[in-house]
């Protein structure tokens, strides 16, 4: 069985390609800004949002190392999406590594209604067959509070549009993470 983040970026590999537009909503220090940046290619498009100075020169820093110019990193919170990302830019894919910064300041934390107003954002705008994966800390204070406001938003989708996998390890000790994947399988028209 692969673990958390290994099976994170699993879910991405199978449906990102080449010149696509994905999004890394929390880059942290770029590990999954780098890991988007290559499957995306030269033609692609990484968009990536961190509240914390720190944690976007350390994925600056990652990504100039690995020479990657199809990055482009927005110091605000990924709730404030759609003032940098047009409203018709299909989105293939995107993370939100929840929590906070390793090595950083453990007080700064991503928070629930921030987080659900980010992944509406990115539902509005991605492809069928497209995939937001959410990584889900929950033994800091106020994980508790977003991983249940997340499943319970999660679980209200319209099973018509969208299919929702939760990935666990039951028997971990010490609230290890897990994964809420959202799949887009149909558009939604009004009429
Ligand atoms: N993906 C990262 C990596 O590969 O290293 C790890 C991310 S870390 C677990 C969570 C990050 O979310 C922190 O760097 C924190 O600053 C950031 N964060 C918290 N609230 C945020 C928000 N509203 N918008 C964007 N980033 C936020």
Redesign the pocket.
């Known amino acids: 069985m692969k673990a958390i983040i290994p099976f994170s970026h699993q879910l991405l590999s199978e449906i990102i390609s080449d010149g696509n537009t994905v999004i890394?909503?929390?880059?942290?220090?770029?590990?999954?800004?780098?890991?988007l940046s290559k499957l995306v290619g030269k033609q692609g498009k990484v968009y990536g949002?961190?509240?914390?100075e720190?944690?976007i020169e350390?994925?600056t820093k990652r990504i100039e190392a690995e020479s990657k110019e199809n990055v482009t990193l927005i110091h605000?919170?990924?709730?404030s999406m759609d003032k940098y990302i047009p409203a018709d830019e299909k989105i293939a894919g995107a993370?939100f590594?929840?929590?906070?910064?390793?090595k950083?300041?453990h007080s700064?934390?991503?928070?629930p209604l921030?987080?659900i107003k980010?992944v509406e954002s990115i539902m509005g705008r991605l492809k069928i067959g497209g995939r937001i994966v959410l990584?889900v800390?929950h033994g800091h204070q106020g994980g508790a509070e977003e991983k249940n406001q997340l499943l319970t938003y999660c679980n209200d989708l319209d099973q018509q549009y969208y299919q929702v996998l939760q990935y666990q390890f039951i028997n971990q000790k010490n609230q290890p993470p897990f994964i809420v994947a959202v799949e887009k399988i149909k558009e939604i028209t009004f009429h």
């Open positions: 890394d909503a929390t880059c942290g220090n770029g590990n999954d800004t780098l890991f949002f961190d509240i914390q720190a944690a350390n994925t605000d919170g990924h709730e993370i590594n929840l929590g906070y910064l390793p950083g300041d700064i934390v991503t928070k921030s987080t980010a990584v800390y």
